[in-house]
């Protein structure tokens, strides 16, 4: 079967630039959107300051709102970088020449999507035993800190099985969860996209090590191009953690 259009084929970054139809106030809404959800995010502290105010459980306060602040981190961290992402490329798309590509490729793709024979989605093979328990391992992960000298991103040799069991776990799961943990567990799926090859981590590690190492120095060329190379790969990242959370968000709503 021929091969899907490539958003790279049209000269766009990714096939999110194509979303909206290249209409640079659809991004603009996202990014409104998404930064209203960081902020809302924000109001996940509540329970933990709220036990925080009790003197008598002060100190399960305060281990409560520590794991909150850890969660909400995390999501503010990634709804405020989707957002930027959003707000550069609708600047990217008042170049009308762009604007036209992100629509030649959207009716490119749906061309190949009209004239390709649909595949039958496999349906997962995992137990829902087998399922959990893959899914408490990969959480119990996620809620640990790494070394702290790149947040949000780790190398995929630490994860305790591969992506795509991982995965298929996660869609074993979610249709039997209370609303609630589905949201949870919806972003947990999304932070797959911060597990990279670990020669990756390798280079973006060193990089980042060097860019706090130069603290507020003026950069020489090699580190402006070394920094251009790092901001590139980092919103690789958000969009693929956009792009998962997308995923998983359309498979919750089809499997209810």
Known sequence: MESPPRAEDFGLQSEWDAAGGGDPAYHREQALESFQQAVLSL????????????????????????????????????????GLGEIRRAKRLRDPALAAAAREYQAAL???????????????????????????????????????????????????????????????????????????????????????????????DDAWRRRLDRGKRAPTRDERERERRLEKYEQQRSDEWQKLLKDIYTYAASAR
């Open 43 to 82: 109001l996940l502290l509540a329970p933990g300051l709220i036990l925080v105010s009790f003197p008598s459980i002060r100190w399960l306060g305060v281990f409560v709102l520590a794991g909150l602040v850890l969660f909400c981190g995390f999501m503010f961290f990634n709804l405020v970088s989707i």
């Open 110 to 204: 749906a061309c190949w999507r009209q004239t390709s024979p649909a595949q039958p989605e496999a349906r997962p093979r995992m137990t829902p035993e087998q399922a959990e328990a893959i899914v408490r391992e990969y959480a119990a992960l996620l809620s640990t800190d790494d070394d702290g000298t790149r947040p949000m991103l780790r190398p995929a040799s630490q994860l305790p099985y591969p992506k795509t069991d991982i995965q298929q776990a996660f869609k074993v799961v979610i249709p039997s969860v209370d609303a609630a943990h589905e949201t949870t567990l919806k972003y947990a799926y999304a932070a797959l996209a911060h597990f990279v090859p670990d020669e990756e981590f390798a280079w973006v």
